[in-house]
């Protein structure tokens, strides 16, 4: 099987990766890689670890170059050619990040249930079924009463012929002849001449209470039908939900969105208490699918496999959630939290005339499941022999549309599809690779499927001086201090202590950056917009400016990360 080539036009050559995963995390994935003009281009095979976690597992790197080889069939020579053809052959950050974004046509608009389609996108004008209220009725608890007083009392609901009156509630429907309601505390209940009760005005009363059409709310005072409630494109919130119930619908068209399925891996990750030596905790149920939601995905199922290609080859197979009532996914560990697996009410059917609905109607509890659009899978992007990511895509029939970026950490990330429409975005096992590579590739991808445009990047001015890294873009989590953005700390590949702190994310170029100048940066799905420096100052950045101040370091620059901790 052939990827595509870094500009999307057609196949290459499958390029051999210098990473290794070890099914927790691909620890060697960010590992020292020679490229073009790279003064460690003679330390290739050295594989040497950008500070990966502890507890991380991994292989041997020589072994793996061996299994490499015999796989390929080359010899050292051979092998070297085929390295440097996967250095050319990576997509670049830019190139990743559009790729994953150009690839998906968004999902069709469809009908959801009013509870499911809180924060979505209103795909047609909601309008008025019928008059709103679709009838007269009463604002007060008291009588509803024709004429003037005092009122003769008859029974509620009947017509009420002049100088008549009868109980009311609030909301209560108006009965035929009635002029107007008199409230609790304006009336009291006496008798006539004759003994028989009667209403007459007392208590808070006025003279000439009540007036006709007092505490009426008249049918269709809100809206007549047809009339435009909530106007497409609107992102619906709970006061529209309320607003399109009165108004008599029960689903509401909405903008598609990104069905996911996580697909956990690692026969040595544990979901509670301390890991024990050779073990590593999950990080990936805690936080995939509420990030995934974040990015506009929604997440229908989370399973646990091990690191074998059986195991692998049946969780791609099978794309159907699981269905309405279901027990847990196959392969997911009894004691797993209910925040890392959706509910049933959160997994999304399909409806009778064929669109996507986020629950089953409780009229058609046997709704047929929908298959996830996209595939989202954890560790085994790399090339060892519990690597399957690629195989497996091969076995089913798919192509790789990115396999590999040249960018650290994150690097191993793979894109595909399969013949069926599904899309699997293979996430490096370190926590922090898989969040970048989250980031780069699964963000646009979503964002895409979702109706929306490519995620934004801003410039913020950098805090410090970033060497050049040739060949690879690095993306360096931030604290924004004194309003530059300086490298955060505890940032390697399976690490998250940085990542928990930061502000945003820095796009480092391969050729670094001077202390001060603009950075390309994106936000986290969960923080702050950034601000854009370029966009506040109006004017483009002159090129000169970067050369001028490199004049900086003699003086010796201010690093900012060292406040950091």
């Known amino acids: 099987m052939t990827p595509a080539a870094p500009d999307g036009s057609g196949p290459t050559s499958v390029p051999r990766g210098n990473n290794v995963d070890g099914g927790a995390g691909d620890s060697f994935e960010d590992g020292l890689e020679a490229v073009p003009g790279d003064p460690q281009a003679g330390a290739l095979d050295a594989h040497t670890p950008d500070s990966a976690g502890p507890g991380i597992a991994g292989h041997d790197a020589a072994d793996q170059d061996s299994a490499d080889k015999e796989a390929a069939g080359q010899d050292s020579a051979g092998q070297d050619t085929a390295d440097v053809q996967h250095r050319h052959l990576a997509h670049t950050w830019q190139e990743a990040r559009q790729l994953a974004f150009d690839c998906a046509t968004p999902i069709p608009a469809a009908p959801v249930p009013l509870r499911q389609a809180l924060g979505r996108t209103l795909a047609a004008d909601v309008v008025a079924l019928q008059d709103m209220p ?27 012929a002049p100088h008549q009156a009868s109980r009311i509630a609030t909301g209560g429907l108006i009965p035929a002849g009635a002029k107007a309601v008199l409230r609790s505390e304006s009336g009291v209940i006496g008798t006539d001449e004759d003994g028989l009760p009667v209403l ?10 009540p007036r006709n059409g007092d505490h009426i709310r008249k049918a269709g005072e809100e809206a007549a039908a047809g009339d435009v409630l909530i106007k497409r494109g609107a992102v619906l919130n709970p006061a529209h939900l309320a607003l399109a119930a009165l108004a008599g619908n029960d689903t509401l068209p909405v903008l598609g969105k990104a069905l996911v399925r996580l697909v956990l891996t690692g026969s040595e990750v544990v979901t509670s208490g301390l890991p024990a030596p050779g073990q590593v905790r999950d990080t990936f149920g805690p936080q995939l699918a509420a990030v995934v939601g974040m990015l506009g995905g ?111 950490p994150g690097h191993p990330a793979v894109l595909a599809e399969l013949p069926d429409g599904r899309y699997i975005l293979g996430l490096p096992g370190n926590p922090l690779a898989a969040m970048m590579a989250l980031s780069t590739i699964g963000a646009p991808l979503l964002a895409a499927l979702g109706h929306c445009s490519i995620p934004p990047l801003s410039e913020v001015p950098c805090g410090s001086t970033i060497d050049a890294d040739p060949g690879r873009t690095r993306l360096m989590p931030f604290r924004l201090l004194y309003g530059m953005a300086s490298p955060a700390q505890h940032t390697g590949p399976g690490m998250m202590r940085g990542l928990a702190a930061a502000d ?46 490199k004049t900086l370091a003699s003086d010796g620059p201010v690093d900012w990360s060292a406040l950091l901790g």
């Not at 005005?201 to 003279?207: E, F, H, I, M, N």
């Not at 799905?525 to 050369?547: F, H, I």
Request: hydrophobic residues 35%; proline residues 10%.
């Open 298 to 408: 929604i997440c229908t199922e989370e399973v646990k496999i091990g690191d074998t290609y059986a195991e692998w080859l049946a969780a791609l197979e099978d794309g159907e959630p699981v269905p309405a009532g279901g027990g847990q996914p196959s392969g997911q560990p009894s004691g797993q939290s209910s925040g890392q697996s959706s509910s049933a009410s959160d997994i999304p059917f399909r409806d009778a005339s064929g669109g996507r609905s986020a629950a089953p109607p409780a009229a058609d509890p046997a709704a047929e499941s929908l298959p996830a659009d996209v595939v989202i899978t954890t560790g085994g992007t790399g090339r060892s022999a519990t690597d399957h990511l690629r195989r497996s895509v091969d076995e089913l029939g798919g192509r790789l549309l990115i396999d590999g970026v040249a960018m650290r």
């Open 504 to 549: 945003g994310v820095l796009v480092v170029p391969p050729h670094g950056v001077q202390l001060g100048e603009l950075v390309p940066a994106f936000a986290l799905p969960w923080g702050t917009p950034l601000p854009d420096a370029a966009a506040a100052s109006g004017t483009p950045k002159p090129a000169a400016k970067r050369t001028a101040r």
């Open 134 to 160: 679709h009838y007269a009725s009463s604002a007060m608890d008291g009588w509803a009463v024709n004429g003037s007083g005092p009122w003769i009392l008859a029974e509620p609901n009947q017509r009420l």
């Open 200 to 209: 007459k005005l007392g208590g808070s009363a006025k003279p000439g209470d």
